[in-house]
């Protein structure tokens, strides 16, 4: 801490906040929300108790902030994700965007314990709705015509979907990589499976147990190869 003296004092008053914020982030995603003290915290910021106080009246007050800055983060994380891609496939968007979801959650690890502690008085409830937003956002975006009670069911599925494998993700250690790359499939299967785009066999295959919802958008310029989750009935096929 005395380092921080020569700087200054509006520096390091964010330094001394963010660092009491890190130390929650570590505390929340290894111990859960309601298990950690206030001097678990300054033992974790390298602080005085005093020190914590002066910045937060209590736990709940530090919690509180951790999520506005988690929301501001994440909502910058989900701009450079999405800004300026509407022309790119959707499997290719969910990639890049799935891509930097893991980073940011790599960074702030609290996130998704946070956004998975169910109710809506909880303190990640914010979150989770942000999430649902960013769900929402991408699926008017690539569904024309889509009526709001049903973008709200499929937005509210995918983000449960994604916290349920980000769960698994935090926990996965070496294996992360293939958690990620699996919630792609997933998500891409998902959505493609209830909006297939209208020139795709799906809809006219007699035996199709699924029947898709309604079209996605088609006039995409670039293009990925299509999951193989994602591919149509006919084997020989080049999906692109």
Known sequence: ???????????????????????????????????????????????????????????????????????????????????????????????????????????????????????????????FQQLVQFGTTLVYDRVPGIPAIEVDVVARTATGIALGMLHGYTHAGPARPLIRQELTYVLSAYLYARFPPPPDPTWTLPTRAVQPSRPSRTNFTESTVVWPALADADPSATHR
């Open 1 to 127: 801490m005395p380092a921080l003296r020569h700087q200054p004092r509006q520096h390091r008053s964010q330094q001394s906040i963010d660092s009491i914020l890190d130390a929650t982030e570590r505390l929340i995603a290894t111990r859960g929300h309601t298990d950690f003290t206030m001097n678990d915290l300054a033992d974790g910021s390298n602080m005085s108790i005093g020190r914590v106080y002066y910045w937060f009246p209590d736990r709940d007050s530090v919690i509180a902030a951790l999520v506005t800055r988690a929301v501001d983060r994440l909502a910058t994380v989900f701009a450079d994700s999405v800004n300026g891609k509407e022309h790119i496939t959707t499997p290719l968007l969910l990639q890049q965007a799935i891509a930097a979801m893991c980073e940011f959650i790599d960074e702030n690890p609290a996130v998704v314990t946070l956004s998975t502690t169910g109710g809506t008085h909880c303190p990640g409830e914010r979150l």
